[in-house]
């Protein structure tokens, strides 16, 4: 069935509809809301876990970029005791660590990419990002299958894509367009204008132009899309923040005094560039949606949306092997299937009737996204 259509709406039924279910009358104090309570002490105990992937050319301050983000050296720039660069990302390449904040623990892992666009042959480069994301919805999908399952299956897909955009001043390079095109379908996409001290505020404001019109022209929905606002609230937030994306964005992870006061900057001959001050830069802007008020919505994006339709493609796809294990041990996954964008379903939310996916009843009921 395809997914994109809607069943007719059903006939009307002769039979009168059930009546509306009347509150009961409380007698005393039960204490349900003490459930709100037991939620939060069992996060605070198992925790969070975060996958965030930074693309973009060689520097343009993606490592400094994590490192504001989560204010502590998530990732190191320089060898320690020197002041040698490392070399250029030959390979995908992550780390993992655990950030505690007010007995929050975050465990947060941090993919690099080769240099995107680095290359003087840069056909297909994209392939190994792809295959990266791709590699960790498979992997997942095969602790799923499983006939005995961990109760707790790692996450390692990937929950955001910063992606970061050299501060030209003029549109989209075709490189970026080609990337931009095939990542959306596969996980979300924050794009970001890197360095963008580079740039005065008129020009950063028509390059953020350009670049949206780009985006619309070629039909690329970065994150948050509009098919997944839920309600009045989220419509207005999203709004917002589709409005000024890409987000203007300065790396520092050093302290200066400024008028008295330590300011998180990156000190210039002409002043100190202030990574939180937003008459700068729009860091602040990057930092609550991927941190703030979105984090869990990326996440949910993820296992609902992303990884349901890789799930749902794999699933498809054993309907050639013969019926029996088949079934649960689905065979390797090809490198094309790994490399190759997936068309993007229709947007659905989790608790949206969803008629394509019955007749895929075969595979075990999936556990809960953490």
Request: glycine share 6%.
């Amino acid at each position: 069935m395809d997914p994109l259509k809607r069943s007719p709406p059903p006939c009307p039924s002769p039979r009168p509809s059930s009546p509306r279910t009347q509150p009961c009358e409380m007698l005393g104090h039960v204490g349900i809301e003490t459930v709100l309570d037991q939620l939060k002490i069992k996060a605070m105990k198992t925790g969070f876990e975060f996958n965030i992937m930074v693309v973009g050319q060689t520097g343009l301050g993606k490592s400094t970029m994590v490192n504001t983000l989560f204010r502590s050296k998530v990732w190191k720039s320089t060898h320690p005791g020197t002041g040698v660069s490392m070399p250029q990302t030959l390979q995908l390449h992550s780390e993992t660590h655990v950030i505690e904040e007010k007995g929050v623990k975050l465990k947060l892992t941090v993919t690099d990419t080769p240099g995107f666009g680095d290359q003087i042959n840069n056909d297909k480069c994209w392939e190994p990002i792809l295959g990266y994301i791709n590699e960790q919805y498979e992997r997942y999908l095969q602790e799923e299958l499983l006939i005995t399952r961990q109760r707790h299956i790692p996450d390692t897909r990937v929950h955001c894509c910063v992606y970061f955009v050299p501060p030209t001043g003029h549109c989209l390079r075709p490189l970026d367009i080609e990337l931009l095109q095939r990542l959306c379908r596969t996980v979300n996409v924050v794009p970001v204008i890197a360095r963008a001290d580079s740039l005065t505020i008129e020009e950063r404001e028509v390059f953020r132009n350009r670049i949206q019109q780009n985006l619309k022209t070629h039909c690329i929905e970065v994150y948050p899309q509009k098919c997944f606002d839920e309600d009045i609230n989220d419509r207005i937030l999203n709004s917002k923040i589709r409005d000024r994306i890409p987000f203007a964005v300065v790396g520092a992870d050093r302290e200066h005094l400024v008028d008295g006061r330590c300011v998180l900057g990156r000190k210039t001959k002409w002043g100190v560039i202030e990574v939180e001050n937003m008459a700068h830069c729009e860091f602040p802007l990057l930092r609550d949606l991927l941190i703030r008020s979105h984090l869990q919505d990326l996440k949910d994006i993820t296992h609902n949306v992303h990884y349901e339709n890789y799930r749902v493609g794999r699933l498809n796809a054993s309907h050639l092997l013969p019926r029996g294990p088949g079934w649960v041990n689905l065979a390797p996954a090809t490198p094309e299937q790994l490399t190759s964008p997936r068309p993007l379903r229709a947007c659905r939310r989790p608790h949206d009737d969803s008629e394509e996916e019955s007749g895929l009843s075969m595979a075990n009921p999936r556990p809960a996204s953490s």
